[in-house]
Nanobody, 122 residues
Framework: QVHLVESGGGLVQAGGSLRLSCAASGSIFRINAMDWYRQAPGKQRELVATITSSGSTSYADSVKGRFTISRDNAKNTVYLQMNSLKPEDTAVYYC????????????????WGQGTQVTVSS
């Protein structure tokens, strides 16, 4: 089993910055891709950013140039640096990792964090 703990959300004014962290723990054999999603009230959950095990990144068009995803493989942690925040970035942010555990070394599973609220005031 893999347990994810997120931190770093909060309230910030438009134009400000926040850095989210998501640390994975448990019987991890390998972590492949790590993602950040977000869900605003009344909207579907959307993919914000992805980083592969080799460090390749991709972003939603709405956050390109403002958000940066990174990872520390030694700490099994993924980060999301969010700059130039806008009110429309307000949402609950979730991390997702695709991991292989020691108990199931042939299978990759999705694991989700509990979510962290990001609120951007205008």
């Amino acid at each position: 089993q893999v347990h994810l703990v997120e931190s770093g959300g909060g309230l910030v004014q438009a134009g400000g910055s926040l850095r989210l962290s998501c640390a994975a723990s448990g019987s991890i054999f390998r972590i492949n891709a790590m993602d950040w999603y977000r869900q605003a009230p009344g909207k579907q959950r959307e993919l914000v950013a992805t980083i592969t095990s080799s460090g390749s990144t991709s972003y939603a068009d709405s956050v390109k140039g403002r958000f940066t995803i990174s990872r520390d493989n030694a700490k099994n942690t993924v980060y999301l640096q969010m700059n130039s925040l806008k009110p429309e970035d307000t949402a609950v942010y979730y991390c997702n990792v695709k991991a292989v555990t020691v108990r199931t070394p042939l299978n990759e599973y999705d694991y989700w964090g509990q979510g962290t609220q990001v609120t951007v005031s205008s």
